[in-house]
């Protein structure tokens, strides 16, 4: 019989459609997932779009006027738009309707800048943390915390207790600044050691700082023209990030107070208040007198001795430069902070964390809106107009920086200020040699007086603007409780540097 023969495949055969079909899945796969990826990034920025168009119709139809800043969502629960939401987002409007979006939609960051019409995807952030705070933890404010400090928050009355540092200690998209205290030596173990939301008692705490964190700020007055108030724009970022070294209205500059001689800083703790105690027991402290009367070189010797003395032992305590002044008037006023004229302390008896009910009163020896008198509600005085914020930069004593004017020969003018030689370097800023209170164009991008000119004797918000010069090489800024609207944080006027009873300084600590 003649044998069946069974048609089929060879292996070989087999083997060659199975590399054809192999071959077609690697060229049509990364095709159609990139056509879903498309569809995935289409429908995110369609519905970033609908969450802009839903908030400035809520703020056209509410207002305006009387906000500042206008319209912020942080999730916009109550949000009147159709459709799903995003879990977690953050939108701004200013008060000349631009937008400003952070939303997690599909797995995707899809932001919108305040200069910009177009809704993009930004693929560099890829959690909903990152794309919501605009870089996650290391570029949100997040405070460097080291031994000696006790971050705190403040509850319903305003007493301060010790915070949870992974809950609700701080947010600045909110305004709500950190802070930290450095406490007695007795009591450190125990609220190191103590559950969050401890009260701490108010005769342990020697110091209140307040954190400033690292950030770029976009040029707007580079040649120190005439200008008027407007918000500066701030964008927090990690010192390990590439400095932005913007020179022309426009560009960006990484704020030159977070480079401390050769090292660069995640951020600053500047003091609450001015300066309190005694030269030999300095402390920084609310409801108390301020320490004045003393001269630079024993202001910047006193505030030296509290990093070793309080604990501190692992940051460097200094007496305030002029620039990190700048530092905390710039973040004061951008979207994180009051945004507007901070109100100045008025109390003759230069009471700290007093503040009077507008920018023009005149000096009393009442304290008025008296730090804690409102809970953690409503300070004017305060550069976020709430407790979190630093109190006394405008108004109560004047406030020596340590920032002069040069000799002729360059050399370090010591004038008056007990200086017998010039300190380090990264401790001060020198300005050039100057024979006149007018000249600003010796003023430093950041400073917050050239930026903030006005005319030849104002800065914003009428604020007094005198330069450093060669009689007078110091800066003293934030003016006095008898300055009335001259007062401010823009405050900027010269002195020989010797000791005077209307004459405070301000400390600042940093991590080593």
Same mark, same amino acid.
């Given at each position: 019989m003649?044998?069946k023969?069974?048609?089929?495949?060879?292996l070989?055969?087999l083997?060659?459609v199975i590399?054809?079909l192999a071959?077609?899945?690697?060229i049509?796969?990364?095709?159609i997932m990139?056509?879903?990826?498309d569809?995935k990034k289409?429908?995110?920025?369609d519905?970033?779009?609908s969450?802009?168009?839903a908030?400035?119709?809520?703020a056209?139809t509410?207002g *305006?006027?009387n906000?500042?800043?206008?319209?912020?969502? =942080?999730?916009?629960?109550?949000l009147?738009?159709?459709?799903?939401?995003?879990?977690?987002?953050?939108?701004?409007i200013?008060?000349e309707?631009?937008?400003?979006?952070?939303?997690?939609?599909?797995?995707?960051?899809?932001?919108k800048?305040?200069?910009t019409?177009? $809704?993009?995807?930004?693929?560099?952030?890829?959690t909903?943390?990152?794309?919501?705070?605009?870089?996650?933890?290391?570029?949100?404010?997040?405070?460097?915390i080291?031994?000696?400090?006790?971050?705190?928050?403040?509850?319903s009355?305003?007493?301060?207790?010790?915070?949870?540092?992974?809950?609700d200690?701080?947010d600045? @998209?909110?305004?709500?600044w950190?802070?930290a205290?450095?406490?007695?030596?007795?009591?450190?173990d125990?609220y190191?050691?103590?559950?969050?939301?401890? #009260?701490?008692?108010?005769?342990?705490?020697?110091?209140?700082? $307040?954190?400033?964190?690292?950030?770029?700020?976009?040029l707007?007055?580079?040649?120190?023209?005439?200008?008027?108030?407007?918000e500066?724009?701030?964008?927090?970022? !990690?010192? !390990?990030?590439?400095?932005?070294?913007?020179t022309? /209205?426009?560009e960006? *500059?990484t704020?030159?107070?977070?480079?401390?001689?050769?090292?660069e800083?995640s951020?600053?703790w500047v003091?609450?208040?001015e300066?309190?105690?005694t030269a030999?027991?300095?402390?920084i402290?609310?409801n108390?007198?301020?320490?004045?009367?003393?001269?630079i070189? !024993?202001?910047?010797?006193?505030i030296?001795?509290?990093?070793?003395?309080?604990?501190?032992?692992?940051? =460097?305590?200094?007496m305030?430069?002029?620039?990190?002044?700048?530092a905390?008037?710039?973040?004061?006023?951008?979207k994180?902070?009051?945004?507007g004229?901070?109100i100045?302390?008025?109390?003759?008896?230069?009471?700290?964390?007093?503040?009077?009910d507008?920018?023009?009163e005149s000096?009393?020896?009442?304290?008025k809106?008296?730090?804690?008198?409102?809970?953690n509600?409503?300070?004017?005085?305060?550069?976020?107009?709430?407790?979190?914020?630093?109190? =006394?930069m405008?108004?109560?004593?004047?406030?020596?920086v340590?920032?002069? +004017?040069?000799?002729? =020969?360059?050399?370090?003018? #010591?004038?008056?200020?007990?200086?017998? +030689?010039?300190?380090?370097?990264k401790?001060y @800023?020198?300005?050039?040699y /100057?024979t006149?209170?007018?000249?600003?164009?010796?003023?430093?991008?950041?400073?917050?007086?050239?930026e903030?000119?006005v005319?030849?004797?104002?800065?914003?918000?009428?604020?007094?603007?005198?330069m450093?010069?060669?009689?007078?090489?110091w800066?003293?800024?934030?003016?006095?409780?008898?300055?009335?609207?001259d007062a401010?944080?823009?405050? +900027?006027?010269?002195g020989?540097?010797d000791?005077? !009873?209307d004459? +405070?300084?301000?400390?600042v $600590?940093?991590?080593?």
């Amino acid at each position: 019989m003649k044998e069946k023969t069974y048609q089929g495949f060879t292996l070989i055969e087999l083997l060659a459609v199975i590399v054809i079909l192999a071959v077609i899945a690697l060229i049509a796969t990364p095709l159609i997932m990139n056509v879903i990826n498309d569809a995935k990034k289409s429908a995110a920025r369609d519905a970033g779009y609908s969450v802009i168009k839903a908030g400035e119709l809520e703020a056209a139809t509410s207002g *305006l006027d009387n906000i500042t800043p206008p319209f912020h969502y =942080d999730e916009g629960s109550n949000l009147p738009m159709k459709g799903t939401k995003p879990t977690k987002f953050t939108l701004d409007i200013d008060k000349e309707m631009k937008t400003q979006l952070r939303a997690w939609i599909n797995g995707y960051c899809v932001v919108k800048d305040y200069d910009t019409e177009e $809704v993009t995807i930004d693929e560099s952030k890829k959690t909903e943390a990152e794309c919501v705070t605009g870089g996650g933890s290391s570029n949100d404010g997040s405070p460097v915390i080291q031994d000696g400090m006790i971050p705190v928050t403040f509850d319903s009355n305003g007493k301060t207790v010790k915070a949870d540092v992974n809950g609700d200690w701080y947010d600045y @998209d909110q305004k709500k600044w950190a802070n930290a205290v450095a406490v007695t030596n007795d009591s450190r173990d125990k609220y190191k050691s103590a559950s969050d939301g401890t #009260t701490i008692t108010e005769s342990d705490i020697l110091a209140y700082y $307040v954190w400033i964190p690292r950030y770029k700020y976009q040029l707007w007055n580079v040649e120190g023209n005439e200008s008027q108030p407007q918000e500066i724009k701030i964008e927090f970022e !990690s010192k !390990s990030t590439p400095k932005s070294t913007g020179t022309k /209205n426009g560009e960006w *500059l990484t704020h030159p107070a977070f480079t401390f001689g050769s090292t660069e800083l995640s951020g600053l703790w500047v003091g609450k208040f001015e300066m309190t105690g005694t030269a030999s027991s300095p402390t920084i402290k609310p409801n108390v007198s301020s320490l004045r009367s003393l001269n630079i070189s !024993s202001f910047f010797n006193t505030i030296k001795s509290m990093g070793s003395n309080y604990g501190l032992s692992s940051y =460097d305590s200094h007496m305030m430069k002029n620039s990190e002044w700048g530092a905390v008037a710039y973040l004061t006023h951008s979207k994180y902070g009051k945004n507007g004229e901070v109100i100045l302390n008025n109390n003759s008896s230069y009471t700290t964390g007093c503040g009077a009910d507008n920018a023009s009163e005149s000096s009393t020896s009442t304290c008025k809106n008296a730090y804690g008198s409102k809970g953690n509600g409503t300070y004017n005085q305060s550069t976020t107009g709430n407790i979190t914020g630093i109190f =006394d930069m405008s108004g109560g004593a004047y406030e020596y920086v340590m920032a002069s +004017s040069a000799k002729q =020969d360059g050399s370090f003018n #010591t004038a008056s200020s007990g200086f017998t +030689s010039a300190p380090d370097s990264k401790y001060y @800023d020198q300005y050039d040699y /100057n024979t006149s209170n007018n000249n600003h164009s010796i003023s430093k991008l950041g400073d917050a007086m050239k930026e903030v000119y006005v005319s030849s004797t104002k800065h914003w918000y009428e604020d007094y603007g005198y330069m450093p010069n060669s009689s007078n090489p110091w800066v003293v800024r934030g003016g006095g409780c008898s300055s009335d609207s001259d007062a401010g944080v823009f405050y +900027s006027n010269n002195g020989n540097g010797d000791g005077y !009873s209307d004459i +405070s300084a301000r400390g600042v $600590v940093v991590s080593n």
